[in-house]
């Protein structure tokens, strides 16, 4: 991934678990506990892989939802090796997490993340738990990724660092966003061996940490990894396992991107955009985003920046603090910058008209906790709501009672705060009739000849009352789901039932989407998507937090 911005800043939501009816056995599903290393670099060939899980069957097929071609994972022949693959990345493959399932005739493996980057990597190198037995950083490449494992408990992985006076070491760890069981730390040693510099979590991140340090005087410097584990247990100490692994992006003298300002673009405009980097400076760039670009996230090369910058791409128009009149829809950059400040916009608002004014602070990296509020024209509070769930971000939906000018206020939660790292994002939208869906479970067993039923979420927003359409996309010749049409006052948990209508069908898995659009409609269909429930689901947001694709294993009859 994009060291900082991009693991820190867009991926969306978590939780929600369920079970089909009927319930089937699991047990000879391929295991897949965890990845180790955890990701390679972009065009590299033939990288050994471990794979966490005792296997009563192997080889194994790897199905992964990177684009045809892009990731090339092969199974050990070798009976000795079973759980090890070897991976290919093709050259063109973007960076960034992606989903690995191993799976056989007999059923599919939980996801798993997988990260391509696009910095040199290396392994860690035991024995490294002391200061003095510190795995030595040294030469070129200035910046890099190490891919390692607190083996066990009571580990601590150590690095040496040859710094000259005033020269910065950056690193940041990422551990939890992989879902990996760890609340991990970092600790830098001077020369003498004392404690000099220390973070536990980074902006924008509630588990990984980051460090900034600089060297008072010339010499080596070890930086110390550890964690505790989460989810928290009761003796405190630090924790490890082959399933607790991390990627440690480590840079020696050259500054790392934190943000951008502004924090989004907007698609098919041309502006130009601040660099910030981790010593504090920035770098001005020029541009442009093609109408055409589909995704939310835009990989931008820049100029003295050692890997592309993570661009947020907007589909409404995007501007910085300060501006008179608060345009809606917009999204608007703006920074706490003084202890006690309230950002105001002023806004027209319509009587009975809903509003949604969302900021995006923690999403983005930044270390603000804020607070959305609106006013009247006396500057009376009339709504304020401070997070969302499990997030720190804020989102408020607001009916104006009458017509008039209003504000919208943003602060920090903490009065006292303030700094540069207080950025934010406020997205401000009029409330739209919507529906979301998503399904209780990625993984459908059936027999041939019967049904199960899959349980799925019908979340209607802002009045959405339509009908809806269902169609399934990649299921096999005599699997059919039914009902497909959802009525119009269905909302809550509703039950779609999937049927094997061929009594001899051949065992089978395989992956498919399910997807939903207004009845009657003719526009494009919307893909339904599982929610991931990674082992820290409950802190935070993982590199990857829903799954479209859905697994159906035709079972022996």
Known sequence: MFPFVASRQVFSLLLSCAALVPVASHAAAPPLDYLFPAGVRQG?????????GKFDQWPVKVWTNAADGWLRFVPSADEKKKGELTVSVAAECVPGAYLVRLYSEEGVSAPCI?????????????????????QEISGEPAVR????????????????????EGQALVADVAAYVLDSPVDSLLHVRGPKGYRMAFNHDAPGSLLDPRLVFTAPV????????AGFAYPPRADVRFTGSAATRYRLTLSKGVPLVTHTLPLAVERGSTRTIQVQLTDETSIAHELTVPATWASDVMPVDVPKCPVPVAILISDVGEYEEPVESLVI???????????GEVDRYPIKATKDVAYVFKVEAAAVGSALDPVVAIEDGAGKELASN??????????????APADGEFAVTVRSRFRKQSGAELFYRLDSRVAKPEVNITAATDVIVLKPGEKAELALTITRHHGYASALTLAAEGLPEGIHISPTEIPADAKGEWKLTIESTEENAEPDCLPFQLRFRESGSEQPFTTIEHPIKGTNADAGELLVNATPDLWLTLSKK
Do not use: M
């Open 44 to 52: 590299a060939e033939n990288v050994v892989i471990t794979v966490g």
């Open 114 to 134: 997988f990260v391509v980057g696009s910095l040199p990597e290396e392994l860690e190198v035991e024995p490294n738990g002391t200061f003095q037995d510190a």
């Open 145 to 164: 990724v190490i891919n390692g494992q607190l083996e066990k408990n009571e580990d601590v992985d150590c690095f040496a660092v040859e710094l000259g």
């Open 218 to 225: 010339a010499g080596r410097y070890v930086l110390e990894l």
């Open 329 to 339: 829809p917009s999204g608007v950059t703006g920074r706490i910058g003084v202890a």
């Open 386 to 399: 401070d997070d969302v769930a499990h997030r720190f971000d804020p989102e408020l939906v607001w009916k």
